[in-house]
T-cell receptor
Framework: DQQVKQNSPSLSVQEGRISILNCDYTNSMFDYFLWYKKYPAEGPTFLISISSIKDKNEDGRFTVFLNKSAKHLSLHIVPSQPGDSAVYFCAATLGQGGSEKLVFGKGTKLTVNP | DTEVTQTPKHLVMGMTNKKSLKCEQHMGHRAMYWYKQKAKKPPELMFVYSYEKLSINESVPSRFSPECPNSSLLNLHLHALQPEDSALYLC???????????????FGDGTRLSIL
């Protein structure tokens, strides 16, 4: 039973445009949501996170939106750059004092075309 | 440039071999993790160490034996593995147990393990 779902295995966008990566979850107890980026032959790299008490968190070109009622979050990358091409994993965890377990989605492969 | 270093990067072993994977971090993190990632699948948690003590074992078979000799080092001892154990093994570390905003888990680049 997948608690974190990324239903789009791949996404292709033009350089300079917006990339929107989506993630759905089923466990309403998740407190934090994270996005990791993974290049081939490298480990996942932390990108941005959001607490369940917020609906938006922004860091430079990256913005994560959380819709708790819909159990949905999205990562916006604006403007997209070719170096953003990677696999993006959505992950969720219980908060402080809770589980150390990061539950990952299956990932979305983003390709940014020059 | 990863701050969590895993060796070796690649390992091929037979089902009767004994080998070890090594993970090292010098960020002063007190929690360390082993994950297993199969092709086209997300990473799945195997073990969590907190302050050098095993705190979570996700029902991993005993042919995988973790060890945390000190706060900077995490090993995964392998014995009598099966072909289905072939995967990418990722190590991660974090400041402490759990997730505190702005203190996420940092991952190494992994060891790609092939069982013949």
């Amino acid at each position: 039973d997948q608690q974190v779902k990324q239903n789009s295995p791949s996404l292709s966008v033009q350089e300079g445009r917006i990339s929107i990566l989506n993630c759905d979850y089923t466990n309403s107890m998740f407190d934090y949501f994270l996005w990791y980026k993974k290049y081939p032959a490298e480990g996942p790299t932390f990108l941005i996170s959001i607490s369940s008490i917020k609906d938006k968190n922004e860091d430079g070109r990256f913005t994560v939106f959380l819709n708790k009622s819909a159990k949905h979050l999205s990562l916006h990358i604006v403007p997209s750059q070719p170096g953003d091409s990677a696999v993006y994993f959505c992950a969720a965890t219980l908060g402080q004092g809770g589980s150390e377990k990061l539950v990952f989605g299956k990932g979305t492969k983003l390709t940014v075309n020059p | 440039d990863t701050e969590v270093t895993q060796t070796p990067k690649h390992l091929v072993m037979g089902m009767t071999n004994k080998k070890s994977l090594k993970c090292e971090q010098h960020m002063g993190h007190r929690a360390m993790y082993w994950y297993k990632q199969k092709a086209k699948k997300p990473p799945e948690l195997m073990f969590v160490y907190s302050y050098e003590k095993l705190s979570i074992n996700e029902s991993v078979p005993s042919r995988f034996s973790p060890e945390c000799p000190n706060s900077s080092l995490l090993n995964l001892h392998l014995h009598a593995l099966q072909p289905e154990d072939s995967a990418l093994y990722l190590c991660a570390s974090s400041q402490d147990r759990g997730f505190w905003e702005d203190q996420p888990q940092h991952f190494g680049d992994g060891t790609r393990l092939s069982i013949l």
